[in-house]
């Protein structure tokens, strides 16, 4: 156990900001028109940890998780309004029917591959039944979200185990995030080249709120990459239905986990949750039959938590009102689109259980763009 400890902790040292890959925005392209927080990640949203676990191991393990907390206190007992949304819905999404029904999350959030979902929800379980103040409590409902990995990684062989999960939840901190490769990402396709862990936000200007959106994605599926708007994916040979009779059926997953400080409901979180999929879309994504596109949102504001004083009686929360959202959902627009884009930079090229994906020629990616500009 300490050692997979000491094996998240170091690869939270290792932010993607060294990695000699640069983010899109770094490589000259800047999505949308709002700016981003000072990291450009989800934890510029105050309080919001992430944490990963990557399991490389000989030709054929290429996995992991990765944990999104909302906030470091106890979050059974402390719990965050949250709102979730479908795409398409070919994939297990664990907890969701619960934040569908409620309006909010208990637990961490974590990702991984489709046949470990079980044992990153047994992770969840044994680590909110550990934590102080918990000792009465008899349900728990863990929030788990998958891709499936099964090219890169040897997925039958269920190598993340509920001690990875409970050492993602962790090493989750503040700060940077590494990007790509790691985590959830470890094995993941993107538009047919490697894909990973991205995340990216947005910071709204005073005068809107001051509030801000971070975004991060597990990507996992495909179509036709558009890169802010530029059809990259047709300019460089490599797209879904290239020749009609090529099998390439652009399926896969992709998971959004949205995080922001502003007060809203349930209601209007999911709300948030659905605008996320414009993002998906304007990357080129059709969000074909077989892939499962999830998003789930949350909002760490303290005037919108579900805390035990207000769940004993009648409460008050803030909440801002529908007119003020429209800025959010530009927000999380920009902000996927570019966690996307900057889970593919920060991947690079990767050997694995049957066989190599290429990473995005970033070079090639940067030329396109300008010529197309």
């Given at each position: 156990m300490?050692?997979?400890l000491?094996?998240?902790?170091?690869?939270?040292?290792?932010?993607?900001?060294?990695?000699?890959?640069?983010r899109?925005?770094?490589?000259g392209?800047?999505?949308?028109?709002?700016p981003?927080?000072?990291?450009n990640?989800?934890?510029?949203v105050?309080?919001?940890?992430?944490?990963h676990?990557?399991?490389?191991?000989?030709?054929n393990i290429r996995?992991?998780?990765?944990?999104?907390?909302?906030?470091?206190?106890?979050?059974?007992?402390?719990k965050?309004p949250?709102?979730?949304?479908?795409?398409?819905?070919?994939?297990?999404?664990?907890g969701?029917?619960?934040i569908?029904e409620?309006?909010?999350i208990?637990?961490?959030v974590l990702l991984?591959?489709?046949?470990n979902?079980?044992?990153?929800?047994?992770?969840?379980?044994?680590?909110t039944l550990?934590?102080?103040?918990?000792?009465?409590?008899?349900s728990?409902?863990?929030?788990?979200?998958?891709?499936n990995?099964?090219?890169?990684?040897?997925?039958?062989?269920?190598?993340?185990t509920p001690?990875d999960?409970?050492?993602?939840i962790?090493?989750?901190?503040?700060?940077?995030?590494?990007?790509?490769?790691?985590?959830?990402?470890t094995g993941?396709?993107?538009?047919?080249w490697?894909g990973?862990i991205?995340?990216?936000?947005?910071?709204?200007p005073a005068?809107?709120?001051?509030?801000?959106?971070?975004?991060?994605?597990?990507?996992?599926?495909?179509?036709?990459l558009?890169?802010?708007g530029?059809?990259v994916?047709e300019?460089l040979?490599r797209?879904?239905?290239r020749?009609?009779?090529?099998t390439?059926?652009?399926?896969?997953?992709?998971?959004?986990?949205?995080?922001?400080?502003?007060?809203?409901?349930?209601?209007?979180?999911?709300?948030?949750?659905?605008?996320?999929?414009?993002?998906?879309?304007?990357?080129?994504?059709?969000?074909?039959n077989?892939?499962?596109?999830y998003?789930?949102?949350?909002?760490?504001h303290?005037?919108?938590?579900?805390t035990?004083?207000?769940?004993?009686?009648?409460?008050?929360f803030?909440?801002?009102?529908?007119?003020?959202?429209t800025?959010?959902f530009?927000a999380?627009?920009?902000?996927?689109?570019?966690?996307?884009?900057n889970?593919?930079?920060?991947?690079?090229t990767t050997?694995g259980?049957?066989?190599?994906?290429?990473?995005?020629?970033?070079?090639?990616?940067v030329?396109?763009?300008?010529?197309?500009?």
């Amino acid at each position: 156990m300490l050692a997979r400890l000491l094996l998240a902790a170091t690869l939270l040292l290792v932010p993607a900001m060294i990695d000699a890959r640069p983010r899109a925005r770094e490589a000259g392209i800047e999505i949308g028109i709002l700016p981003p927080g000072p990291l450009n990640a989800i934890t510029d949203v105050a309080g919001v940890r992430v944490g990963h676990v990557t399991l490389v191991e000989g030709q054929n393990i290429r996995t992991g998780v990765t944990a999104i907390l909302p906030h470091g206190g106890n979050l059974y007992q402390d719990k965050v309004p949250a709102g979730f949304a479908v795409g398409n819905g070919y994939g297990k999404f664990m907890g969701s029917t619960q934040i569908a029904e409620l309006g909010e999350i208990e637990t961490p959030v974590l990702l991984t591959n489709t046949l470990n979902v079980p044992e990153a929800a047994s992770a969840i379980v044994d680590w909110t039944l550990r934590q102080p103040g918990n000792e009465e409590v008899r349900s728990v409902n863990a929030v788990v979200g998958e891709t499936n990995d099964g090219y890169l990684n040897d997925i039958r062989a269920r190598r993340v185990t509920p001690a990875d999960g409970v050492a993602a939840i962790a090493a989750a901190r503040g700060g940077p995030v590494a990007e790509g490769a790691v985590g959830a990402g470890t094995g993941t396709i993107a538009f047919d080249w490697k894909g990973g862990i991205g995340t990216s936000s947005r910071r709204l200007p005073a005068v809107l709120g001051g509030w801000t959106v971070g975004v991060l994605v597990q990507t996992n599926y495909g179509g036709v990459l558009s890169v802010d708007g530029i059809r990259v994916g047709e300019a460089l040979g490599r797209y879904m239905m290239r020749q009609a009779l090529e099998t390439q059926s652009g399926d896969g997953s992709v998971i959004v986990v949205i995080a922001t400080d502003a007060p809203l409901s349930d209601r209007n979180l999911e709300r948030l949750a659905r605008r996320a999929f414009l993002g998906i879309g304007r990357t080129g994504s059709p969000m074909t039959n077989g892939s499962g596109d999830y998003a789930i949102a949350f909002s760490t504001h303290e005037g919108g938590r579900r805390t035990a004083a207000r769940r004993a009686a009648a409460a008050t929360f803030e909440e801002l009102p529908n007119e003020a959202v429209t800025p959010l959902f530009q927000a999380v627009v920009e902000a996927t689109e570019e966690a996307v884009l900057n889970s593919m930079f920060a991947a690079e090229t990767t050997d694995g259980h049957r066989g190599r994906i290429e990473a995005l020629p970033v070079e090639e990616v940067v030329r396109l763009h300008r010529a197309g500009r």
